[in-house]
């Protein structure tokens, strides 16, 4: 299922074989939030720009359209129109960051929906039914992520119910896979590592999940508020107490500097918003630096975004000052150029890694690309 093609230091180069087609990493995964990314992108642009793995929000699609229906119309993949790998988050962090009003017990977590207010209970079966109707090729487990900077007194007791949660979805997902009626009786359970700043407890958790032989392993509650240099120091303590012959990914990262730092630590499955996020917003990312697209330099700018790219702005011919024309216009054209071009770069960024960690230069490929973005700034 996931085999490792070439090695550099903690650099992995692997394949992950899944029943929705083979994933190479290290990868990034395009964020799909709710069924579709932001921006006007569709599942064909996705492939166009060499997107192979795009990941969907469980909560979301619970509250909002729901998983039942989805099921009825025979899952995300159909849904959507998207034939490779779909991973979904479990809705644990969106119930811990959006839910103002909370009530966390053993059996799960109560809160109000933040689009009606109306009550939701959530636990680990919950997660499970709603992912296994969703019909996705990866599902994550459901857990706490407890902010970074929380008290030892409450993360401890935290990541020990979260384990307790793990083990219930390992369950329910064996249970849900051998339905009649289920819609990806194949589908995958990902496990996730927490523990906040805390090595000696992200240790122990790390190498409890490790012995559930899981098909991969998650790092979830990082890049909520720490610094960059504990969350590398969180990596360097924890990644080699998770199983090596196994897919690990980071959670909710992040910028290209995190990428590639994160890649030299052992990480190959990443996603993030911020391609999108900082697209619809004019910042485009190129391999030197971050660009803001409204800024009044570009005004008479007639290059791409980034010479040589090959995303459909740039490859097109599409100028910075006509994109910078769109965004100030308030066109849609404008923000989906950039998004396209953010994702694109990210995918192209990830095959560039890959590469260097075939060709044994991986480390460097990181200097040389963390100069090269940091000329600029």
Sequence with gaps: MYKILATDGRAKRAEFQTVHGTVQTPVFMNVGTVAAIKGAVSTDDLKAIGTQIELSNTYHLHVRTGDETIKKLGGLHKFMKWDRPILTDSGGFQVFSLASIRKIKEEGVTFNSHIDGHKIFMGPEESMRIQSNLGSTIAM???????????????????????????????????????EDTVNPSQLLFGI?????????????????????????????????????????????????????????????????????????????FDCVYPTRNGRHGHVYTHYGKLNLFNASFELDERPI???????????????????????????????????HNLYYYNHL??????????????????????KMRAEN
Excluded at 306 to 332: N, Q, T
Excluded at 351 to 370: M, N, P, T, V, W
Aim: aromatic share 8%; net charge negative.
């Design 141 to 179: 487990a459901f857990d706490e992520c407890p902010p970074s900077k929380a008290g030892r007194e409450y993360v401890k007791p935290s990541v020990d119910r979260t384990y307790r949660w793990l083990i219930r979805c390992m369950d329910e997902m064996k249970r849900l896979n051998q339905l």
């Design 193 to 269: 590592n927490q523990g906040a700043v805390y090595e000696d407890i992200r240790i122990e958790n790390a190498e409890m999940i490790s012995e559930l032989d899981l098909p991969g392993y998650s790092i979830g509650g990082l890049a909520v508020g720490e610094s960059n240099e504990e969350m590398y120091h969180i990596l360097d303590v924890t990644v080699p107490h998770l199983p090596q012959n196994k897919p690990t990914y980071l959670m909710g990262v992040g910028t290209p500097e995190n990428i590639l730092e994160s890649v030299d630590r052992g990480v190959d499955f």
């Design 306 to 340: 980034e010479e040589g790219c090959g995303c459909p702005a740039c490859a097109g011919g599409y100028s910075r000052a006509y994109i910078r024309h769109l965004l100030k216009a308030k066109e849609m054209l404008g923000l989906r150029f950039c998004v396209l």
């Design 350 to 371: 990830m095959s560039e890694i890959r590469d260097a960690i075939e060709a044994g230069s991986y480390s460097q490929f990181k200097k040389e690309s963390l100069e």
